[in-house]
C-alpha cells in the first residue's frame, strides 16, 4: 500500500503543471460560506432582498468561469447589469465574455427542449459587454459567465488571491478567492 501511494505521488510530480481548478471562497464580512452538493466551496452575499451564491474556476491557460445562482426573496422585480463582472489578480485583468441563463437546463436528460441557455451578456464590435439579468420577486435564476484568460503575458497560478467584482441589483460587490487544485488524493 504504502509503496502504491509513493508511485502515486512520483507520477503527479512528473506531470505538467495543472491548467486550473476552483476558486476557493474566502472569508470576509458579510459572506457566508458553505459548501455545493457536489463538494465545492462557494460564498454567498446579499443585498436587500437579493443573494447570490458564487462557485468560479480559474486556468492558467485559457478563461475563467463563474456560476451565480441569484435568488430574489422581495416584493418587486430587480435589474442585474451583468456586463460589470470581472475577476482580477497578480495575473491580470479577466472581463466577462458572455453569460448565460442556465436555470431549466439539464443535459443529461435525453430531451431536447431545454438544452438552449438563454445569452444575456454578449461583447459588442468595440469589445463592449452589455447584457443584464431580470429577476422576479421570489424568484430564482442560474448564471453561468465565462470570462477571458488573466493576460496574454502571465498565468495565474496555484495560491493565487483572486477577487471576483459581482453585479449585484445596486452595486457590485468584491469577493475574494484563493485559486487551488483539485486533489484526486483521498488525504
Same mark, same amino acid.
Request: proline share 4%.
Given at each position: 500500500? $504504502?509503496? &502504491?501511494?509513493?508511485?502515486?505521488?512520483?507520477?503527479?510530480?512528473?506531470?505538467?503543471? /495543472?491548467?486550473?481548478g476552483p476558486l476557493d471562497p474566502m472569508k470576509a464580512p458579510g459572506v457566508q460560506l458553505s459548501e455545493t452538493a457536489d463538494g465545492e466551496r462557494e460564498a !454567498?452575499?446579499?443585498?436587500?432582498? #437579493?443573494?447570490?451564491?458564487?462557485?468560479?474556476?480559474?486556468?492558467? !491557460?485559457?478563461?475563467?468561469?463563474?456560476? $451565480?445562482?441569484? *435568488?430574489?426573496?422581495?416584493? *418587486? &422585480? #430587480?435589474?442585474?447589469?451583468?456586463? !460589470?463582472? *470581472?475577476?482580477?489578480? +497578480?495575473? =491580470? @485583468?479577466? #472581463?466577462?465574455?458572455?453569460?448565460?441563463?442556465?436555470?431549466?437546463?439539464?443535459?443529461?436528460d435525453t430531451r431536447t427542449d431545454n438544452d438552449d441557455a438563454g445569452v444575456l451578456v454578449e461583447r459588442d464590435d468595440d469589445g463592449t459587454a452589455s447584457g443584464?439579468?431580470?429577476?422576479?420577486?421570489?424568484?430564482?435564476?442560474?448564471?453561468?459567465?465565462?470570462? /477571458? +484568460?488573466? /493576460?496574454?503575458?502571465?498565468?495565474?497560478?496555484? =495560491?493565487? @488571491?483572486?477577487?471576483?467584482?459581482? +453585479?449585484?441589483?445596486?452595486?457590485?460587490?468584491?469577493?475574494?478567492?484563493? *485559486?487551488?487544485?483539485? /486533489? $484526486?488524493? +483521498?488525504?
Amino acid at each position: 500500500m $504504502i509503496r &502504491a501511494l509513493a508511485m502515486a505521488a512520483l507520477l503527479l510530480a512528473s506531470c505538467s503543471r /495543472s491548467t486550473g481548478g476552483p476558486l476557493d471562497p474566502m472569508k470576509a464580512p458579510g459572506v457566508q460560506l458553505s459548501e455545493t452538493a457536489d463538494g465545492e466551496r462557494e460564498a !454567498t452575499v446579499r443585498a436587500d432582498a #437579493v443573494s447570490a451564491r458564487v462557485t468560479g474556476r480559474w486556468s492558467d !491557460t485559457g478563461g475563467q468561469s463563474a456560476r $451565480i445562482v441569484y *435568488t430574489n426573496r422581495g416584493r *418587486t &422585480a #430587480v435589474r442585474i447589469d451583468l456586463g !460589470t463582472l *470581472t475577476m482580477t489578480g +497578480p495575473a =491580470g @485583468e479577466a #472581463v466577462v465574455m458572455s453569460a448565460a441563463d442556465v436555470t431549466d437546463i439539464d443535459l443529461l436528460d435525453t430531451r431536447t427542449d431545454n438544452d438552449d441557455a438563454g445569452v444575456l451578456v454578449e461583447r459588442d464590435d468595440d469589445g463592449t459587454a452589455s447584457g443584464s439579468l431580470d429577476l422576479s420577486a421570489g424568484g430564482e435564476r442560474r448564471v453561468d459567465a465565462q470570462l /477571458s +484568460p488573466f /493576460s496574454n503575458s502571465m498565468a495565474a497560478a496555484v =495560491g493565487n @488571491e483572486i477577487t471576483l467584482r459581482l +453585479p449585484m441589483p445596486k452595486a457590485s460587490r468584491d469577493l475574494r478567492f484563493v *485559486t487551488r487544485r483539485h /486533489s $484526486i488524493l +483521498p488525504f
